[in-house]
């Protein structure tokens, strides 16, 4: 069983900044990708970035420099560094771990909401 804790959402102005982070419990190989996705009210959840344990990462076009997901395995953690934040990126914030051998394990999520 995989539990995922996340954690930093928050109500930031446009242009400002926040840090997601996203802890990983439980028994899991150590081959997998962790990821954040997000879902707004009436949209799909989509991807936002993705980082796998060779730390190879892949970006959602609208967030391209602008976020940065980051990992430490040691502390089988993963983090989102988020700047210049858009009204747009107003969303639930959902962790994801996904291996070959386990599949997919989703966190409860973290508001982010970017307003003046």
């Known amino acids: 069983q995989v539990q995922l804790r996340e954690s930093g959402g928050d109500l930031v102005q446009p242009g400002g900044s926040l840090r997601l982070s996203c802890a990983a419990s439980?028994?899991?190989?150590?081959?997998?990708?962790m990821g954040w996705y997000r879902q707004a009210p009436g949209n799909q959840r989509e991807l936002v970035a993705t980082?796998?344990?060779?730390?190879?990462?892949n970006y959602a076009d609208s967030v391209k420099g602008r976020f940065t997901i980051s990992r430490d395995n040691g502390k089988n953690t993963v983090y989102l560094e988020m700047n210049i934040l858009k009204p747009e990126d107003t969303a639930v914030y959902y962790c994801?771990?996904?291996?070959?051998?386990?599949?997919?394990?989703w966190g409860q999520g973290t508001q982010v909401t970017v307003s003046s």
């Open positions: 980082i796998t344990s060779v730390g190879t990462t």
């Open positions: 994801n771990l996904w291996s070959a051998l386990m599949g997919d394990y």
């Open positions: 439980g028994r899991f190989s150590r081959i997998y990708t």
